[in-house]
């Protein structure tokens, strides 16, 4: 994991998980990233109610805090795939967790599970 200065203010194991995926659509992200490297447009394809402007600022944000890499093919037009990082993956157990409480949460009250979304074995 990379060596990076501490966050102001940061004290709680919960906050610190929060600041790293609590943006409003990055859990998402690195939910879609498990299978394997995206391309923006398949992201915002898959996270639609995105706008493009806060899709790249939680893209941003996971790659400046080493959760994606994000890699760049010389063509043209430009071509970007994002990936999981070592340190990407080893939230897995969090988002399947994240995943089956919800699940649970919507089974309860009757709410139709209708994304593409299925609960994933830990590799």
């Known amino acids: 994991m990379m060596q990076q200065s501490k966050p102001e203010g940061l004290n709680c194991p919960v906050d610190a998980t929060l600041r790293l995926i609590g943006g409003k659509y990055k859990a998402l992200i690195l939910w879609h990233l ?3 490297a995206q391309r923006y447009g398949a992201l915002s394809r898959i ?3 995105a706008t493009p402007k806060m899709l790249t600022q939680q893209l941003r944000e996971l790659e400046r805090d080493g959760l994606i890499h994000r890699k760049v093919f010389p063509v043209v037009p430009p071509r970007v795939e994002y990936s999981l990082s070592a340190f990407g993956e080893s939230l ?6 994240m995943y089956q409480w919800g699940e649970g949460y919507m089974k309860e009250r ?3 599970i209708t994304c593409s979304m299925k609960a994933r074995s830990e590799a």
Not at 92 to 97: D, G, H
């Open 34 to 36: 498990i299978d394997g």
């Open 47 to 49: 996270i639609s109610q």
């Open 92 to 97: 897995l157990p969090v988002l399947n967790i």
């Open 110 to 112: 009757g709410i139709p």
